[in-house]
């Protein structure tokens, strides 16, 4: 009777979500008024979305419709990572946006000590860019997912693999 339970702490986000969130992002700003001439452009990459815009504030004004369509999908406003903002031809602006994926070796550590802390039964390892954690009592880890919950780490945090 002595088997353990695990579950995996991954940060990850639908990608297709995120697609038809950068969709319909694009929609809007081709319809809004105020953003309607500044022919702004959204590029998604691979790990990155480059805005491409006229101005300071038709940025921030991109900012909130994409933030807002990714609310509305179900997506975590902390896979935006917005970086600089650069001057691009003319008078117009660029900004990349890194998408972030995986957890750090860095909170990796801090999600473990945290765990190792607190509670004393369970036991986290770090795996790549995911966290594993495993214990004997079922319950024990679902009060660990509710702490981690609770915690406000810098980047979205999903369990899997639970058995």
Avoid: C, W
């Amino acid at each position: 009777m002595a088997s353990t339970s695990s579950f995996d702490i991954v940060s990850d986000f639908d990608r297709q979500e995120l697609v038809n969130a950068i969709d319909q992002a694009e929609r809007e700003i081709k319809a809004r008024y105020d953003l309607k001439d500044s022919n702004t452009t959204l590029e998604l990459g691979e790990d990155t979305i480059t805005i491409n815009t006229s101005s300071q504030f038709s940025l921030d004004a991109v900012h909130t419709v994409l933030q807002t369509k990714a609310a509305k999908r179900n997506l975590s406003l902390k896979i935006f990572d917005f970086g600089k903002v650069e001057s691009a031809s003319g008078s117009r602006v660029r900004q990349e946006v890194k998408l972030q994926k995986g957890i750090t070796q860095e909170n990796a550590k801090k999600i473990t000590k945290l765990i190792k802390d607190e509670f004393k039964k369970i036991q986290a390892s770090i795996q790549g860019d995911a966290v594993r954690v495993s214990g004997k009592s079922k319950d024990e880890l679902q009060v660990v997912m509710q702490r981690l919950k609770a915690e406000d780490f810098p980047m979205p945090l999903q369990f899997t693999n639970y058995r």
